[in-house]
C-alpha cells in the first residue's frame, strides 16, 4: 500500500522539484546521477570496465562531477560493436520486457533491450511532462499514434506510455494507433475527435503535413487538435503551416504543435519542446543578434529542447553532445553523433538578458511555471547538412522553400539533399523531389515542375542562407540542380526519412 502511494505521489513531487528548486541545485543532482551511473556501470559491465582502465590505465570506484569529462566517449562502431553483447548488459537478455531497434541511420540498425525498471522510469518522465505541457488540465485525450509500429522505438513506445498512464495511471486516454496510414487516420479523426476534448496525433512532420492537406473535409478549427512530431527536424515555415490550417495562434499555444528529441539507445522521450523553448526560437527567428548567441546562425534555426537532468545526463563534446543514460544497455558518455548544443537554465536566462529578453516574462501568460531544467537544440545527425563551394546547404532550407511554394507543397512528398559529382569530376548541389505518381505525369509537367521548384528553392538560398549567398556570388556553379523521384522507388530498410544520401536514378 505504502508502494502504491509513493508510486502515484512520485509525479507530484519530480514536478515540485524541477519547479521550485533552484536550477543551479537541480543541475547538480543531476551531474551526481551521472557520476552514479558510472559507479554502476564500471562494476557490472565487462566491456565498460576494459574501455576505462585502456583509457585511464586504471579504474576508479568513484568519479567526482568535476572529473566526469576524463571518462571515455562511447559510441556504437567503437563500443557496441566491438564488444560480445553479454559484456554489455547489465543483466541476462531475458530481463528485458521488450526488444526495440534503433533506426540505421549511420548503417546497420541496433537492438536495444528494455527493461520493466527503464519502463517505469520513462513514465515517470513522461507523465510530468504530460501533466505539464500536453493535457495540464486532466480533459479526456483520444491518442493517435502515427508513428511506424513493429521494432522502432517511437510507434512502440508511445502507444505504451499512453496506455500505462490510462490503465495505471487513471488518465483520460483513449489511444489508438494506425501508424503513417493517413487515409485510416483521417477516417479516425472524422469519427472520433469529437467525442474528446483533445486529440493529440503522434507522428512524423511529412506525415501530420499529410494530414492536413489531404483532410480538407475535416473542419480542423472546430477540433481541439495537438500535433506532436519527433525523428527530424522541423522550421518555424512547417509549424506555422499547419498552424493556420488548425486556425492556431502558436505564440498564444505554442503547445499544439510540438517536436520531441529521442532514440532507441537512450529513450523515445528524452528531451521535447515547451512552451518556453519554442518561444525562444521564435524571438531567436526574428532577431540576429539573438539567433547568433544561441545557435551561432542566423537562419534555418534547428529546434530546441528542454530535458530533465536526472534521467539524461548531456554535455557538450565539440560539435557533438554525448548523453549518459541506464538502461539494460548503460550508456556513460554516449555519442550517438548528432550535433547540438547544451545550455544550463542559467546560461539561458544569462544570454537571454544579455539579448534584452525576461525569461520570466516569456513564461508569464502561461498556467503553470516551468521547469528550471536545461535546454538542447539538436541540428540532426551529424547532420543532414551539405557543403558546396564552401558553404553549408541546410534541409530546412529546401523545406522552407517548399513550404512556402503552393505548387510545390502540394506534389512534393519528401527529398533528399546531396552534393554530387558529374561525368567531369565537378560537384554539384543536387536536390532530388520525391513525387508520388510521378510516372503518369507528362514529359512538360515534369520540366515545367522542375523550373519551378529552381527559382524557389534557389531564392530561398539567396535570401535565407547567408553563406550561401556570398559564395553564389562568387561562384554560380553552385546554384541547385533539381532531380525528380518516384516516391515509391525511395523507400529503405530505415524507417529515418534522410535528407542526405547517394542519389538515385533521377527520372527525366
Not at 293 to 320: K, T, V
Request: net charge positive; with cysteine; charged share 25%.
Amino acid at each position: 500500500m505504502v508502494k502504491n502511494l509513493f508510486g502515484k505521489l512520485r509525479p507530484f513531487f519530480a514536478r515540485l522539484f524541477v519547479v521550485y528548486m533552484p536550477a543551479s541545485f537541480i543541475q547538480w543532482v543531476g551531474d551526481t546521477f551521472a557520476a552514479l551511473k558510472y559507479f554502476r556501470a564500471v562494476r557490472r559491465l565487462p566491456a565498460y570496465r576494459q574501455l576505462v582502465l585502456e583509457h585511464l590505465g586504471t579504474v576508479p570506484t568513484i568519479v567526482r562531477a568535476k572529473d566526469f569529462h576524463k571518462l571515455p566517449v562511447l559510441d556504437k562502431k567503437s563500443y557496441l560493436n566491438a564488444h560480445r553483447l553479454d559484456d554489455l548488459l547489465a543483466g541476462k537478455i531475458n530481463a528485458a520486457y521488450c526488444i526495440q531497434k534503433s533506426s540505421g541511420f549511420s548503417g546497420v540498425p541496433t537492438y536495444w533491450f528494455k527493461t520493466p525498471r527503464e519502463a517505469r522510469e520513462s513514465n515517470l518522465t513522461f507523465q510530468v511532462a504530460w501533466q505539464q505541457y500536453f493535457n495540464p488540465r486532466n480533459e479526456s485525450i483520444l491518442a493517435i499514434i502515427g508513428f511506424s509500429l513493429g521494432t522502432w522505438t517511437s510507434g512502440t513506445d508511445l502507444l505504451r506510455l499512453v496506455t500505462d498512464m490510462a490503465v495505471y495511471k487513471g488518465h483520460k486516454i483513449t489511444a489508438i494507433s494506425p501508424g503513417e496510414d493517413v487515409a485510416e487516420t483521417l477516417e479516425i479523426i472524422a469519427d472520433f475527435a469529437g467525442h474528446f476534448a483533445k486529440t493529440i496525433v503522434f507522428g512524423n512532420p511529412v506525415y501530420l503535413k499529410r494530414l492536413v492537406d489531404e483532410g480538407s473535409a475535416i473542419d480542423w478549427p472546430s477540433l481541439n487538435i495537438m500535433f506532436s512530431t519527433g525523428g527530424e527536424a522541423t522550421t518555424e515555415a512547417w509549424r506555422e503551416y499547419l498552424a493556420k490550417r488548425l486556425a492556431v495562434d502558436i505564440d498564444q499555444e505554442p503547445m499544439r504543435i510540438v517536436n520531441a528529441y529521442g532514440a532507441a539507445d537512450f529513450g523515445a522521450a528524452a528531451a521535447t519542446e515547451t512552451p518556453l523553448s519554442i518561444r525562444i526560437k521564435r524571438l531567436a527567428s526574428k532577431d540576429p543578434k539573438l539567433a547568433a548567441a544561441i545557435f551561432d546562425r542566423q537562419g534555418n534555426l534547428p529546434n530546441l529542447f528542454q530535458y530533465n537532468p536526472l534521467d539524461h545526463h548531456i554535455e557538450q563534446h565539440g560539435a557533438n553532445f554525448l548523453v549518459s543514460y541506464w538502461s539494460h544497455i548503460p550508456l556513460v558518455r554516449y555519442n550517438i553523433r548528432d550535433r547540438g548544443r547544451v545550455f544550463s537554465y542559467n546560461e539561458m536566462k544569462r544570454i537571454l538578458r544579455e539579448c534584452g529578453y525576461d525569461l520570466r516574462q516569456l513564461c508569464a501568460n502561461d498556467s503553470k511555471r516551468p521547469f528550471k531544467i536545461p535546454f538542447l537544440y539538436v541540428d540532426s545527425r551529424d547532420d543532414g547538412t551539405v557543403a558546396i563551394g564552401g558553404a553549408n546547404v541546410y534541409p530546412g532550407n529546401i523545406e522552407t522553400a517548399i513550404i512556402e511554394h503552393a505548387e510545390l507543397r502540394a506534389v512534393v512528398e519528401h527529398f533528399y539533399l546531396t552534393v554530387a559529382p558529374d561525368a567531369k569530376g565537378d560537384s554539384y548541389l543536387t536536390v532530388q523531389l520525391l513525387i508520388p505518381g510521378l510516372d503518369k505525369k507528362t514529359p512538360e509537367w515534369q520540366k515545367a515542375l522542375k523550373k519551378k521548384a529552381f527559382k524557389a528553392i534557389h531564392a530561398t538560398l539567396l535570401r535565407d542562407n547567408r553563406e550561401y549567398k556570398v559564395t553564389w556570388q562568387h561562384n554560380r556553379h553552385v546554384s541547385p540542380r533539381i532531380e525528380l523521384l518516384k516516391a515509391e522507388r525511395a523507400r529503405t530498410q530505415s524507417l529515418k526519412r534522410k535528407h542526405i544520401k547517394e542519389p538515385l536514378e533521377s527520372v527525366e
